[in-house]
């Protein structure tokens, strides 16, 4: 089936619901799209609500898609001048306990981006 979102303009952010079987191979559409939207409607701040997704990415799948997500930011940024502050929201296993996809993408430059388990963390971090 793979992944599909939904979005919804919130007051001050996008509220993106993903859900389907965690695919790879999806990975790259469904950063586009999400992000496409953001820049589009000049909002900065996403909510990325993963809790619908099941699977569980290998630990090259977290490198591959953490990589990926900081790319394609470095290039939003060269093209519009400023950076998303994106916050994923989902349960484990789906996230890394250990959060190493977040760790990647921050190794590569999208320091904006935070991971969590914890719904108060995630609101938290996004409005601050």
């Not at 990325?48 to 939003?76: H, L």
């Not at 990647?104 to 996004?126: C, P, Q």
């Amino acid at each position: 089936m793979g992944l599909t979102f939904k979005l919804e303009l919130q007051e001050n952010r996008v509220l993106a619901v993903v859900e389907g079987d965690f695919d790879i191979n999806s990975v790259e559409s469904l950063i586009t799209g999400i992000l496409d939207k953001c820049y589009e409607i000049k909002y900065e701040k996403v909510f990325v609500d993963v809790t619908r997704v099941t699977g569980i990415p290998t630990i090259m799948e977290r490198f591959q898609f953490a990589e990926t997500y900081a790319e394609m930011q470095r290039g939003y940024f060269s093209k519009f001048g400023y950076t998303l502050r994106l916050v994923v929201y989902g349960l484990e296993p789906l996230i890394d306990p250990e959060r190493f996809g977040e760790i990647v993408g921050h190794n590569r430059g999208a320091v904006s981006i935070k991971v969590t388990t914890d719904l108060a963390e995630a609101e938290n971090w996004l409005s601050d």
